[in-house]
């Protein structure tokens, strides 16, 4: 028999429920009662004045170093003046006070301040690096103005002054196609990224890491107190491989002219220098330029922003000649010993091209033909080449295409075809055009470190190297992050006898009495170079409007330099590009001039009583400069 159950009390239950669900009820309206109401206004108070704040530190910028560890670009302090939207009560009252403490143009205030509307809690930036005096005046009346802030950060300063402009670049003011890029993702409106130069191409290593300082603020933008500091992480430093006192060297020799000078360790490719002028200086955008500084910058007509060493592409002229001559002997045209006359002019079909000496030369070889740049041995010996094989020559030595330097917008120059031409202009390419072709003029376009690398390439035996602008990186703490080699892109393929003769021949355009590049003459070292001149066209030859090319390399026997000078509008290269070069040579390797005492610029380095003498061209061997 089944045991019956007792049934359930569900009444207990209930009432245990009950009691239950009224305390936590009273429980809640108590607390409510005691948030609400007794501890109402001050939990009220709290919420409406008391905010946190975070607030960017911007970072230490990478100093960057010449070779020889002199500072040249570093950083000091600039006070930024800032102003947070979410903060400010009345803008009508803000623009009042701002235009009365600022040595700024109203309009321009208004312009900044209309852009509050990007983000209500982003610091937008009003004026930045502000003076001490404006500091002064803000600093007095800041209480009076919320929302207003100013910031300490690093600012690019230039201890040595404009130093390779073109190379080192500058910084602006991120705008805001970049911001949208992505490419930028720790930067805000109102940052200074590098927009040129070696700043910009190593923007990441140069530009550290933000910090950040978390504040407690009340209802007026006040700082009530300092929650807590993130560091920022300073830039990495960067060693260039410039030398300062040979860059400074190159920009003094082309003050008040439009050129380009490069100087090459033609061992590595390294620049030693490269300048360009007329040149900017950095300094000036240091500061938030207005639209119609810029305009007045790029409104130019000397193109300052223009690095003419890279981006400047000029007919060779004479300087072009080593290459013919190389080409020649390679091919087998001609020998070392073979003549041609030269009378002035040459006659090819029904035109006449004269030569740049209107009596002529006479009869010449290839030696004289360099030393003396004969026009009329090289328009033979031109034709005889034709354009498409003088073109591969042209090409081992790098010319026609960008060097691979780590500047942006380099030009690649123009060696011309047959091909070039049939699709350029939908024409046959005319022998008449090699006859200009051969003297670097026609359609040859090359940039200034175009022929310094072709320079360079002869002196070292054949070697073309990659220019390159920096030797290592390393942190702020001294740990080297990465260094860098020199890359060989290729040897050329010539016999070394033949660039023996070639370097022997542009050693007697510096040394042996009648050679067009006798004003670069040095004692103690023995200098091989090459003159040229370049007609420009529509201009003609009057009034020294063509443009002056100089090429060298020193000391002969074992070469550490390369450069070339280029002067717009210079006239004979020999007059005007020549001296400059010398003037580097003289500098690098600490050439005293007589009379002198102090290394200043003469007219020559001999002893007193040898003003006459010629300096011996030493002996130089092929095989000392056979290509590995």
């Not at 103005?145 to 991120?174: C, D, F, K, T, W």
């Not at 207005?290 to 592409?313: C, E, H, V, Y």
Request: proline share 7%.
């Amino acid at each position: 028999m089944l045991e019956q159950r007792e049934p359930i009390d569900f009444s207990k239950q209930f009432l245990i429920t009950t009691v239950v669900i009224l305390a936590a009820f009273f429980a809640l309206t108590g607390r409510f009662w005691y948030l609400q109401i007794l501890k109402g206004d001050h939990f009220k108070k709290m919420a409406e004045n008391n905010r946190v704040r975070v607030l960017p530190v911007p970072p230490a910028r990478g100093i960057l170093f010449d070779r020889n560890g002199l500072m040249l670009v570093n950083s000091r302090p600039s006070f930024n003046l800032y102003v947070i939207p979410d903060d400010v009560q009345d803008w009508d009252l803000l623009k009042e006070q701002l235009t009365r403490l600022l040595d700024m143009e109203p309009d321009l205030i208004e312009r900044r301040l209309a852009q509050k509307k990007a983000s209500p809690f982003q610091p937008l930036p009003i004026k930045l690096d502000i003076t001490s005096e404006e500091l002064g005046r803000l600093e007095t009346f800041k209480y009076m103005m919320p929302g207003v802030y100013i910031e300490v950060s690093p600012q690019r300063n230039y201890p040595l002054g404009p130093v390779a402009p073109h190379v080192i670049g500058y910084l602006g003011e991120i705008t805001p196609e970049q911001l949208k890029s992505g490419k930028y993702p720790e930067c805000r409106l109102g940052d200074y990224i590098g927009q040129w130069g070696l700043e910009k191409e190593y923007q990441k290593d140069l530009g550290g890491i933000k910090g950040g300082r978390y504040l407690e603020v009340d209802a007026r933008g006040r700082e009530v107190q300092v929650l807590g500091v993130q560091e920022p992480t300073a830039g990495n430093n960067l060693v260039t491989t410039l030398d300062w006192d040979l860059q400074k060297t190159a920009q003094e020799a082309l003050q008040g002219r439009a050129g380009a000078v490069v100087a090459l360790d033609p061992r590595s490719g390294e620049v030693l220098a490269m300048a360009s002028s007329p040149a900017f200086d950095p300094s000036t955008f240091t500061r938030k330029l207005t639209a119609k500084d810029w305009q007045t910058l790029l409104s130019d007509p000397l193109k300052p922003f223009q690095n003419r060493a890279i981006q400047g592409q000029y007919p060779p002229g004479s300087t072009y000649k080593m290459v013919v001559a190389l080409a020649a002997l390679e091919e087998g045209l001609v020998t070392p010993e073979t003549t041609f006359y030269c009378n002035g002019t040459f006659l090819f079909g029904n035109r006449r091209f004269s030569c740049w000496r209107k009596g002529g030369h006479g009869s010449v070889n290839l030696h004289k033909a360099i030393v003396q740049s004969c026009d009329v041995y090289f328009y033979n010996v031109g034709l005889r080449l034709g354009v498409d094989r003088l073109a591969r020559y042209a090409q081992y030595f790098g010319l026609g295409q960008p060097t691979g330097v780590a500047l942006t917008s380099e030009k690649g120059g123009l060696i011309p075809t047959s091909l070039w031409k049939l699709k350029r202009y939908k024409a046959p390419w005319h022998p008449g055009e090699t006859v200009s072709l051969s003297i670097g003029q026609g359609y040859n376009l090359v940039t200034p470190l175009q022929m310094a690398v072709l320079t360079a390439a002869l002196a070292n035996g054949g070697k073309v190297y990659r220019p390159y602008l920096v030797k290592k990186l390393f942190s702020p703490q001294g740990r080297i992050l990465k260094e860098f080699s020199p890359v060989q892109l290729r040897s050329l393929p010539v016999k070394a006898e033949h660039l023996y003769l070639i370097r022997k021949a542009m050693a007697g355009v510096v040394n042996e009495p009648g050679g067009t590049g006798y004003a670069c003459r040095l004692w103690g070292i023995t200098a091989a170079g090459k003159t040229g001149t370049a007609q420009v066209v529509g201009l003609g030859k009057k009034g020294g409007r063509d443009h002056a090319w100089f090429v060298a390399f020193a000391p002969l026997e074992d070469p550490k330099l390369a450069v070339a000078v280029l002067v717009e509008h210079g006239g004979h290269g020999g007059d005007a590009a020549a001296p400059i070069a010398r003037k580097l040579f003289q500098a690098y390797f600490h050439l005293i001039p007589r009379g002198s005492g102090t290394g200043a610029s003469s007219t020559e380095e001999t002893p007193s009583g040898e003003e006459n003498q010629t300096p011996p061209t030493p002996s130089v061997r092929p095989e000392e400069y056979r290509v590995d």
